[in-house]
């Protein structure tokens, strides 16, 4: 069953889809992520991205629409999809049906998982990443915590805050979220797939909910 998720800032999607790839086979695809890779990497539009996602602004359509298309030409799509942090705003979705009509993807449930602001905003400011791995930990969540502190329990390496969690680009990225993303949420709403999860629970009984929205087993 492929799906999508949508949430406020800092909900946890990424954790989610995290799972969803190492407990159920799903190929992940992760807009953030990717742009954090073309930083890294210093590629043509690296620049580009790191300005505008350290000020918590919203990445052009086009750019966005590339890198999926990129990601998907590198996957096996017999496996099903999780699609994490996409689409955003309204103007994405005459891109997104064609992104999923080019490739034959059907998507079956898209999943709300909903935080409230006050949650998000100290989520996100509590996040740690590992600048190799991409591991990510969050000194709020027992099950997030590094075994050593500061440092990323698969590799070794130390870990870091990444540069987009601020406050400030929190605010930022949350009233986009309600102006830009609802609208969308709604859309999905209309077409008869949108199912809604608690993510103020436990990570472990929010993931629960996931897997019995879309029909596996718990492990």
Known sequence: MNIIFFA???AGKG??????????????ISPGELFREQVANKTEIGSYLKETMDKGMMIDDK?????????????????PIVIDGYLRT????????SIVEKYNINVDKAILINISKETGLKRKLSRLVCPSCKRGYNTLNPSLIPLKE???????????????DTKEA????????????????????????????????????????IENIIGVKND
């Open 8 to 10: 406020p800032p800092a």
């Open 15 to 28: 954790t989610y889809s995290d799972l969803l790839q190492e407990r159920h086979g799903y190929n992940h």
């Open 170 to 209: 929190y605010e930022s990225l949350y009233e986009i979220y309600l102006k830009d993303t609802m609208p969308v949420i709604e859309y999905f709403r209309n077409k008869g797939i949108l199912e809604v999860v608690d993510g103020e629970k436990a990570p472990e009984e929010v993931f629960k909910q």
């Open 63 to 79: 750019i966005v629409k590339k890198v999926i298309e990129e990601k998907l030409e590198t996957l096996d799509l017999s496996k």
């Open 150 to 164: 500061g440092i990323c329990d698969e590799c070794g390496t130390e870990l870091i805050t990444r540069t987009d």
């Open 90 to 97: 309204e103007s994405q979705i005459p891109d997104f049906e």
